[in-house]
């Protein structure tokens, strides 16, 4: 009897051999997880409540693939020659051990966008910061474990502008026997949200940088990597979604767009939001969506009771507050039902069904963006805590935004006045440096690779919403902030109007923060902090700078190593807008950075 129930127990935790196939990895466990295996079953007699976390494999090769869309093909960077690359799916609790091989003459580096990373930084990702890329012809395993954490999240290239191509989604399951805090839906199913170049976007921001202008801008949105019926030469790479009456699906939204925030919706449909960036929320009904570069949510869509005989455009297009040129394009999927019976299904065409088209806010509302924004709150269950820091150790206040670096001699520079664009945190326009900081930090090399003194606070303040200042130009530097280790802190960020005001998503690596309050014009350190939500903020790891106001967020700094703090508008990262913060090894043995793997890539 125990055999038969430890085969049937051990078969359950495998995958099925065609979702082996499908997601292009294996996730059979090594040969010594068996031995493993027989001895935690055994263990399970007197334990009824057995952690079944497994370790899943995949090999990630990034290879060339020549893909078509809008008429155009191009020979572009894939990873397993899919885009947008495989899925990668687990349950929390779960190891992952994923081989990254190199084929293309690109440097490569993965980032795994909001796995927390728990004493595993060499695993992050993010190039010249926590590793050294993978050149040409090399390989690197990315191991770490998923700690508290279920939901949707997303993998992509870190380095220059190679995530145009390399991303794809990661779906973190409950642990097992552990049900959703809503309502189990019928089927689970991703979406998202990309950009289409018909150039190289290598090229691209390779001359932007050489001219000190803005780059081009994409030439198409996609949804799934289709850009949709809207755009030419472009109607049989659609996104369909088919659906059955009455039923409730699950979709999992990622914006894994370059530079672009999107408004989403279903036409004539609602959907309810049930969580954002893998964790859980309030659920609450909205018609339209927002979602900036970076972030993820997962709604429920309830169809329609009957066959509506009708299809519904699902539609994005940009929320875009700042001054330069932008794509200013709908990408659209449709939502299909299944016709009810086989009967009908033989004469039906949907040629001849009526098409219906969602409203999306204008291109610069704000408003919308910022009332969206206030629904989200934090699940703050008994099962699900909102373990916002009450107390702070240290407070920041960064300012963010655009400015400029002279023009080279001997150059003309496409910049504003002649000049190059620039972007800065706290006026400082981060250099990134040719040895990996973590490896600087962790050997004790810091020295000619970067400085422990980032300003807590801008140097000169002024009005940080008002007119701009007549000098528009930053600093460039190298300049990190050390923390020691369980430091809670209060950070406020604030947009600057330097160069137009614009929103700015903020992306941490390595934590969650908890977004405690935000609002416009310049933060008022007074008056603000005493409207701040201590009690069910929401929990993220991007989050977006009002165009023209602030965010604050609060974070406790558990989590040992160097971490990233960038804008995910990837045209503003490469111009400098980002940091690192370095959190100190604790005093036991768990609280230490563990020491690097014998793989990790040199420079």
Same mark, same amino acid.
């Given at each position: ?18 979702h082996i ?6 996730l ?11 001895f935690s079953?055994?263990t ?5 409540e057995?952690?079944?976390a ?10 060339l693939?020549?893909v078509?869309?809008l ?8 990873v397993?020659?899919?885009?947008p &690359?495989?899925r990668? =799916?687990?349950?929390e609790?779960d ?7 190199n ?6 580096s ?16 993010p190039? %010249?910061?926590?590793?050294?890329p993978?050149?040409?012809g090399?390989?690197?395993? %990315?191991?770490?474990?998923?700690v508290?954490?279920? #939901?949707?999240?997303?993998?992509h ?6 995530r ?5 989604p ?6 097992? &026997?552990?049900? %959703? @805090?809503f309502a189990?839906p019928?089927?689970? =199913?991703p979406?998202?949200?990309?950009e289409?170049?018909n150039?190289?976007?290598? $090229?691209i921001?390779?001359q932007a940088?050489?001219?000190? #202008? &803005? @780059? ?10 289709? !850009?949709? !019926? ?6 049989k *790479? ?7 009456? /009455?039923?409730?699906?699950l979709?999992?939204m990622i914006?894994a ?7 989403f919706?279903?036409a004539?449909h ?12 309030? @659920?609450f ?11 993820t ?7 329609? !009771? ?18 330069g ?11 299909e039902?299944?016709v009810p019976?086989k ?11 009526p098409l %219906?088209?969602?409203n999306?806010?204008p ?13 989200l709150?934090s ?10 820091p009450q107390?702070? *150790?240290?407070q920041f206040?960064?300012?963010v /935004?655009? /400015?400029?670096n002279?023009?080279s ?10 000049t190059r664009f620039?972007?800065?945190?706290n ?8 040895? $990996?900081l ?6 004790g ?6 400085s422990?003194?980032?300003p807590?606070?801008p140097l000169?303040?002024?009005n ?8 528009t130009?930053v ?5 990190l ?5 369980n ?7 604030q947009?600057?109007?330097?160069l ?6 903020l992306?941490?690596?390595g ?5 405690v ?6 933060? *008022?350190?007074?008056?603000? +902090?005493?409207?701040f939500?201590?009690? *069910? ?8 700078v ?5 965010v604050a967020?609060?974070?406790?700094a558990?989590? @040992? ?13 490469s111009?400098g807008?980002?940091m ?5 090894d #604790? ?8 020491? !690097?793997? $014998?793989d990790? +890539?040199?420079?």
């Amino acid at each position: 009897m125990c055999q038969k129930r430890a085969a049937s127990f051990f078969s359950s935790l495998l995958p099925k051999k065609k979702h082996i196939r499908k997601m292009g990895a294996s996730l059979l466990p090594p040969p010594a997880f068996l031995a493993v295996f027989l001895f935690s079953f055994v263990t399970l007699s007197f334990n009824p409540e057995p952690a079944l976390a497994i370790t899943r494999h995949y090999k990630f090769d990034v290879v060339l693939q020549n893909v078509t869309r809008l008429c155009h093909t191009k020979s572009m960077v894939t990873v397993n020659g899919k885009f947008p &690359g495989p899925r990668i =799916v687990a349950r929390e609790g779960d190891r992952l051990v994923i081989r990254v091989v190199n084929h293309v003459q690109n440097n490569i580096s993965i980032h795994w966008h909001g796995i927390r990373q728990l004493r595993s930084g060499w695993a992050d990702g993010p190039a %010249y910061v926590t590793q050294c890329p993978i050149q040409t012809g090399q390989s690197y395993v %990315y191991n770490y474990t998923i700690v508290g954490q279920r #939901g949707t999240l997303w993998w992509h290239a870190h380095i220059s502008w190679l995530r145009s191509t390399l991303y794809g989604p990661i779906i973190l399951l409950p642990k097992r &026997g552990t049900p %959703y @805090p809503f309502a189990k839906p019928y089927k689970e =199913v991703p979406i998202i949200f990309g950009e289409w170049f018909n150039a190289d976007p290598e $090229a691209i921001i390779s001359q932007a940088m050489q001219t000190g #202008g &803005g @780059p081009n801008v994409s030439d198409a949105y996609t949804i799934n990597g289709l !850009p949709g !019926p809207l755009y030419n030469c472009s109607a049989k *790479d659609t996104f369909k979604l088919k659906v059955k009456p /009455g039923k409730t699906y699950l979709l999992r939204m990622i914006n894994a767009a370059l530079n672009d925030e999107l408004f989403f919706s279903i036409a004539n449909h609602t959907v309810t939001v049930v969580d954002v960036d893998a964790v859980y929320v309030k @659920p609450f009904e909205a018609e339209t969506l927002l979602i900036t570069p970076g972030q993820t949510t997962n709604v429920l869509l309830k169809t329609k !009771p009957d066959y509506p005989n009708a299809q519904f455009f699902m539609s994005a297009r940009p929320y875009a507050t700042g001054q330069g040129t932008f794509d200013n394009s709908t990408v659209a999927g449709i939502l299909e039902y299944e016709v009810p019976n086989k009967t009908s299904q033989s004469n039906h065409s949907t040629k001849n069904l009526p098409l %219906y088209k969602p409203n999306l806010p204008p291109l610069n509302d704000t408003s919308f963006a910022t009332n969206f924004s206030s629904k989200l709150r934090s699940l703050a269950s008994a099962d699900f805590p909102a373990n916002v820091p009450q107390k702070v *150790d240290r407070q920041f206040f960064f300012t963010v /935004g655009l /400015g400029t670096n002279p023009c080279s001699k001997n150059q003309t520079c496409q910049g504003p006045n002649g000049t190059r664009f620039a972007a800065s945190v706290n006026n400082i326009s981060f250099v990134m440096p040719t040895t $990996a900081l973590l490896q600087a930090h962790h050997f004790g090399q810091s020295k000619g690779v970067y400085s422990p003194y980032f300003p807590i606070s801008p140097l000169i303040p002024f009005n940080y919403t008002g007119t701009p200042p007549n000098n528009t130009m930053v600093s460039n530097g190298t300049k990190l902030v050390v923390l020691p280790f369980n430091t809670s802190v209060e950070l406020i960020m604030q947009d600057t109007s330097i160069l137009g005001a614009e929103s700015h998503p903020l992306h941490l690596h390595g934590f969650n923060f908890f977004v405690v309050g935000q609002g416009f014009g310049n933060f *008022d350190p007074s008056k603000d +902090p005493a409207n701040f939500n201590l009690v *069910d903020p929401v929990e993220r790891n991007t989050v977006g700078v009002p165009s023209g106001g602030w965010v604050a967020i609060r974070f406790l700094a558990d989590n @040992p190593g160097v971490w990233f703090m960038h804008c995910h508008l990837e045209v503003h990262t490469s111009w400098g807008l980002k940091m690192a913060w370095v959190v100190l090894d #604790g005093k036991l043995p768990n609280q230490k950075l563990l020491p !690097p793997p $014998a793989d990790l +890539p040199k420079c």
